[in-house]
């Protein structure tokens, strides 16, 4: 009898020190991926490999990178989780190139190939993995005068063209269909695509833009699309409701996958939708949440979902917001991590599915952070183990002059990523 109540004071205690929404392991992803765009331009863009292992003697500092063998690609998108082959797709946005990455050793990470135009289509721009390997991406626009409306595609681990699918819709104007990111449902045989414009490089403006990049004012886009996942076949598009007041519908940004099955679409303007009807004949959306910046010249970018909670950047604060998403017709904000200035223009953020970690970036900035997540109460705090060896400041700069690669300068930083995962034990 004594021996059966110390075991259940073990499993009591075990349960009280482990969060019940936790989907962290206690063996953290060793590497953090970083794509990275040189500063000045004169010299190749480049993925860095940071030594992400919180007990590890060399926490923080770049242990490998890889140059990619092009300047001014505008390193964009990556893959948000690691690819199971370890061949990393990377988006060099104003190149109109995807750069596939080797990570199998990543210490020595190596560019296995690259692509830029497929099929009929340009400017590669998100990419969603697939269970068979391969890969769906958006593409903005058709190769041939580089106009809207572009494509979902499908491509096999190394880029190579399986098939694609015209986001052209009868009837909607061409401006309004400029696939930007992309979310796979397998499970009901379904895909989610929002349309936004990126704003295309000079060296490829259409006719119709008729002005530089720098001074082209983005067309405001407010459409979702579904596609059925077997055939790519596009089943609908749907508008997102505009507000009493405000334009918080207004250039939809990316679809994920909520723990009860649901899916919710947020938005460059700062709002917050809910996908439901995804089978049936007529998927609708719904508006649940506006974020503080709604009504900002910032721009609410890059969320992610760990357990029941619904994590996003918002550069007004600057920093995260936290929703509990327990029921996701009512989502309720529950902490926020508001950064000092010199972290502002916060933009992409991904987890560490082993150890409820988030990778923070900002919007083309030079700065990295890591933040921790309490399964519990959703509370975030800065990871101030991560940080430069020489400051007392949280976080890793990439204004630094030399690299391994060599002494190339300063860079910025975008898409960020943890991996590999851990083997199982």
């Known amino acids: 009898m004594k021996n059966q109540l110390l075991l259940l004071l073990v499993i009591l ?54 140059p990619v ?3 001014e690609t505008y390193p964009h998108h990556t893959e948000y989780e690691f690819p199971a082959n370890s061949m990393l797709f990377a988006n060099g946005w104003g190149a109109g190139r995807t750069f596939v990455i080797d990570l199998r050793d990543p210490k020595k990470p190596k560019l296995a190939t690259e692509f830029k135009n497929i099929s009929d289509y340009a400017f590669p721009h998100a990419f969603d993995r697939l269970p068979n390997g391969n890969v ?18 499908e491509l096999d681990p190394r880029g190579a063209f399986v098939r694609a699918s015209s986001a052209d819709v009868a009837g909607l104007e061409k401006k309004q269909l400029w696939p930007y990111s992309v979310l796979a449902l397998p499970k009901i045989d379904r895909v989610v695509t929002t349309s936004t414009e990126m704003g295309l ?6 006719k119709s833009h008729a002005a530089s990049h720098e001074s082209h004012t983005l067309t405001d886009t407010h459409h979702i699309q579904i596609w059925r996942l077997s055939d790519l076949k596009l089943l609908s598009t749907v508008p997102l409701p505009a507000p009493v007041t405000g334009k918080a519908n207004l250039n939809p940004a990316e679809p994920r996958l909520l723990p009860d099955g649901s899916v919710y679409v947020n938005t460059f303007n ?21 974020f503080p910046g709604a009504g900002s010249k910032e721009e609410c970018a890059v969320p992610v979902v760990i357990g029941k909670y619904w994590i996003q950047t918002d550069p007004s604060l600057p920093g995260l917001i936290t929703l509990d998403i327990s029921d996701p017709a009512k989502p309720r904000e529950v902490s926020r991590l508001v950064l000092e200035e010199a972290f502002n223009k916060t933009h992409w953020i991904a987890a560490d599915r082993n150890s409820n970690r988030l990778v923070i970036t900002g919007n083309n900035r030079s700065w990295i952070l890591i933040a921790d997540l309490d399964a ?10 991560f940080k430069m060896k020489e400051g007392d400041r949280p976080g ?30």
């Open 13 to 66: 205690l075990s349960l009280a020190v482990t969060p019940a929404d936790a989907q962290g392991s206690s063996a953290p992803s060793p590497y953090l991926f970083v794509w990275s765009g040189d500063g000045d331009r004169k010299d190749s863009d480049f993925l860095a490999v940071i030594d992400a292992r919180p007990s590890s003697a060399s926490y923080g500092e770049v242990i490998a990178t890889v």
């Open 69 to 71: 063998g092009a300047k």
């Open 136 to 153: 769906l991406a958006t593409f903005q626009v058709k190769t041939a005068g580089f106009e809207p409306p572009g494509a979902l595609i």
């Open 201 to 206: 490089p000079q060296w490829a403006q259409p």
């Open 270 to 290: 700062c709002g917050l939708f809910r996908i439901s009807g995804l089978e049936g004949a007529e998927p609708k959306a719904d508006p649940v949440y506006t």
């Open 376 to 385: 519990r109460t959703g509370k975030l705090t800065l990871d101030r183990r």
């Open 396 to 425: 890793i700069s990439f204004e630094r002059p030399r690299w391994p690669h060599g002494e190339t300068g300063p860079a910025w930083v975008h898409g960020a990523l943890f991996g590999p995962v851990p083997a199982k034990k």
